[in-house]
T-cell receptor, first 115, second 112 residues
């Protein structure tokens, strides 16, 4: 069974440029998460989807970040414009269910460097 | 606000048992405790999950006392390949929905 797929794996951009990350969750997983992970820190939730609906996006900086999950499968996270402080690893995860019993399956992440 | 506290780092040697403790004083009554492992350049991977007492699988054991304010991940007979960062995760229910909250993690280094 294929795991969570993310692309690109690495991205280097200059500040003020736009950037987009793509995630394909495990087949059949209705819940999809985007996390931000800074060096030496644990993942921080940015947004969670139940099918195509964003149910938790309070941590998403909406002035520059946006996300979508069309048709409740693949998802895209966008930053426009990127800032130096956005340099981090962006992780996507999926799970069958949401809540305390969820087991999240993570992709390898996209490492973003903003120059 | 759900929050976890773990030691930042630990060192061990091959063949030893390693115990990593996480404190989660504000855990919700209906929340579970989940542990993940993360290798460099990879996403976290599920290890074990429990609600109370003891849970054991082929990889680890999880001990949770009656007050559930802490939990201990036990790795028996570690090997070099167990060198990784270990996170305990609880949920934050303060906003009305379940938000998984990772701590800063414990970096475990296993020496030959």
């Amino acid at each position: 069974e294929a795991g969570v797929v993310q692309s690109p794996r690495y991205k280097i951009i200059e500040k003020k440029q736009p950037v987009a990350f793509w995630c394909n969750p495990i087949s059949g997983h209705n819940t999809l998460y985007w996390y931000l992970q800074n060096l030496g820190q644990g993942p921080e939730l940015l947004i969670r989807y139940e099918n195509e609906e964003a149910v938790d996006d309070s941590q998403l900086p909406k002035d520059r970040f946006s996300a979508e999950r069309l048709k409740g499968v693949d998802s895209t996270l966008k930053i426009q414009p990127a800032e130096l402080g956005d340099s981090a690893v962006y992780l996507c995860a999926s799970s069958l269910v949401a809540g305390p019993l969820e087991t999240q399956y993570f992709g390898p992440g996209t490492r973003l460097l903003v120059l | 606000l759900a929050k976890t506290t773990q030691p930042i780092s630990m060192d061990s040697y091959e063949g030893q048992e390693v115990n990593i403790t996480c404190s989660h004083n504000n855990i919700a009554t209906n929340d579970y405790i989940t542990w993940y492992q993360q290798f460099p350049s990879q996403g976290p991977r599920f290890i074990i999950q429990g609600y109370k007492t003891k849970v054991t699988n082929e990889v680890a054991s999880l001990f949770i006392p009656a007050d559930r304010k802490s939990s201990t991940l036990s790795l028996p007979r570690v090997s070099l390949s167990d060198t990784a960062v270990y996170y305990c995760l609880v949920g934050d229910l303060s906003g009305g929905s379940y938000i998984p909250t990772f701590g800063r993690g414990t970096s475990l280094i296993v020496h030959p």
